[in-house]
Structure formats: structure tokens, C-alpha cells
């Protein structure tokens, strides 16, 4: 789990708010509001005293409130979704390379900031692409105050794909970035290739129009 993440979330259960920890780590409460949404707040003295019992006592009503629907709207869904075929992850992945995936130059590229899409990609490249782990490369794109190490490592462990896998890496240095992109992108953005090598049945080529015969066909029937 990304180290930002474990501190925030040890944090919350320290009972610390979201302003206290946003000051403390440097990252913004939108971000910490997705990261902490399902872990239950309960005031330590430090919070008590700062905001008072009374402000305390409404946002903590508003909370059970917020938990209790949560939890009612994840059961709904458990119960819509049920259990998840073959066919239904094939159409999962059809999905996420129409948003994440690359549609021109014939390459297979998907990009993505969260390790959880990037794995569920390579997935599906694996199960219906015939694509491997010793075809796919990683380009990883940061910004000026990441540590180029650090942030190869976390993608490299995270998708289990060695080092020597990992191709050049590209940091932003444009000036008119949002400051706000480190702290919302620890880690940058993954940018998963998929390279034939003479290996890949067909070629990459190949398994490009393939993806976009399936996303042309899901179209048009949708």
C-alpha cells in the first residue's frame, strides 16, 4: 500500500480530522476523503478541543448516517452484481481500455495512476490477448519532486514486473501543473506497452485491431 496512504489512514484512527491531516502530510481532503471514507472517525482530546463537543456531535451523527447508507448501498450492489463470469470480465476489460487504453498508431498501451486498473488491464491482456509478462514494458511518468527510484520500485512491485521491464521514465516539468499532482499522484502514472518481441501470436499490430473490433462492436450494439 502506497506509505501517504498507510500514514493517512494510521492517522484517521488516531482520531485526527481530515484538516489535521491534510496539514500534517501535505495532501488534499479530496484525496484523503477517498482514501478514508470507510474508516469510522472518533475524535482524540487534541480534535475535542480545537472544534468543541457540540460541532463534534453533528459531524459524528452526519457520519453513522453516511456509514449506514454506505454500507445498505454495497449490499444492494453485492447482490446487482453477483458472481462475475468469464464473458463478464472479458466486458470489464473492453471497458477500461476504451477509457485507459491507446486507440491509435496501432500500439496497446494502457495508463493509469492506480495500481488496481493497471492489474486488472494486464489481466485481461493475459486471459484474452495471449499477451504475457515478458511482453509488456513500463514507462512510468512523475513530476519534478518525485524520487525516480522510488516510484519505479512501487510500480515494479506492485505489478510484479522487473526492472529491466521498465523503460525510460518521463517527469513532467511543465510549469503550469497543478502543485496539487504529487500529492494526488504519489506515484505518477504507469504506462503498460505491449511488445511482440516475434513472440506474441499475430503481433501487437494485430491484437490492437483485435481490441478495437471488440470496442467498435460493444459500440454498436450499446
Known amino acids: ?112 495512476a492506480d495500481p488496481t486498473i493497471i492489474k486488472l488491464s494486464i489481466n485481461w491482456l493475459t486471459e484474452f490477448g495471449g499477451v504475457h509478462k515478458e511482453h509488456l514494458r513500463v514507462a512510468v511518468h512523475g513530476y519534478p519532486d518525485h524520487d525516480i527510484n522510488e516510484i519505479v520500485n512501487f510500480w515494479s512491485k506492485e505489478l510484479h514486473i522487473p526492472i529491466n521491464h521498465f523503460i525510460k521514465t518521463q517527469i513532467d516539468a511543465r510549469l503550469n501543473k497543478s502543485t496539487l499532482k504529487r500529492r494526488k499522484l504519489p506515484y505518477g502514472t504507469a504506462h503498460v506497452y505491449v511488445r511482440g518481441g516475434g513472440t506474441l501470436l499475430g503481433g501487437v499490430r494485430s491484437l490492437h485491431r483485435k481490441i478495437m473490433g471488440w470496442i467498435e462492436t460493444t459500440i454498436k450494439q450499446v
Open 1 to 112: 500500500m502506497n506509505p501517504l496512504k498507510q500514514n493517512a489512514i494510521k492517522l484517521r484512527k488516531a482520531g485526527y480530522s481530515y484538516n489535521m491531516i491534510s496539514k500534517e502530510l501535505n495532501i488534499a481532503k479530496s484525496t484523503l476523503s477517498n482514501w478514508l471514507t470507510n474508516i469510522p472517525f472518533i475524535p482524540n482530546k487534541e480534535v475535542l478541543q480545537r472544534v468543541g463537543e457540540a460541532k463534534l456531535k453533528s459531524a459524528l451523527y452526519k457520519q453513522r448516517i453516511k456509514f449506514e447508507n454506505i454500507a445498505k448501498m454495497k449490499n444492494e450492489a453485492a447482490k446487482e452484481v453477483g458472481r462475475v463470469s468469464s464473458r463478464d470480465l472479458f466486458m470489464l476489460g473492453i471497458g477500461l481500455y476504451l477509457g485507459e487504453g491507446s486507440k491509435s498508431h496501432e500500439e496497446v498501451r494502457i495508463v493509469n
